[in-house]
């Protein structure tokens, strides 16, 4: 199975987008606490739509709590990682895989990646920027996720059902 984990989220548009992002993917979401903000409808709704319901997540007291009740492979997502994203293997649809972010003002901290230093990783960018927005980041990571594992799943084209304009719509 395949984990989105944000550690500490402080920005609800991007955990919203994020949400939204995981519901395409079906993909689970574990929050850990502490979060910038309230996590009720009225301020994730505008990012996440009507996927709320269509949403798998897990909100935990800490990254301890977290780590007791998830067992797998972490990844984490740090400016500080020294290989790209693309360098890991993620093709193994049997493993859970944890991709963890950290919040948007500090990331992840010390403490946890340097016990993981080969997991660390990051999207590579040039040096006009520190990092990249927490949701684009975590959509790039579990796309290439599921393209390694071949979008298991997921619909390649546009369904043929109620809501969805059909796969031959461009033709018509």
Partial sequence: ???????????????GNIMRTCAATNTKLHLIKPLGFELDTAHLKRCAVNYLDKLDYVVYENFEDFKS??????????R????????????????????????????????????????????????????????????IAIYEVLRQQNYPGLWKEEPDEENFKGADWLER
């Fill in 1 to 15: 199975m395949n984990n989105i984990v944000l550690y500490q989220p402080e920005i609800p548009g991007n955990t």
């Fill in 69 to 78: 009740k998830n067992k797998g492979t972490y990844y984490y997502f740090t």
């Fill in 80 to 139: 500080y990682g020294r290989r790209p994203h693309t360098d890991f293997d993620f093709s193994n649809t049997d493993e859970d895989i944890y991709l963890i972010f950290g919040k948007e003002s500090t990331g992840i901290p010390k403490e946890i990646l340097k016990d993981d230093l080969d997991h660390c990783m990051r999207v590579p960018m040039t040096d006009n920027v520190r990092a990249l927005n927490l949701s684009n980041t975590a959509a």
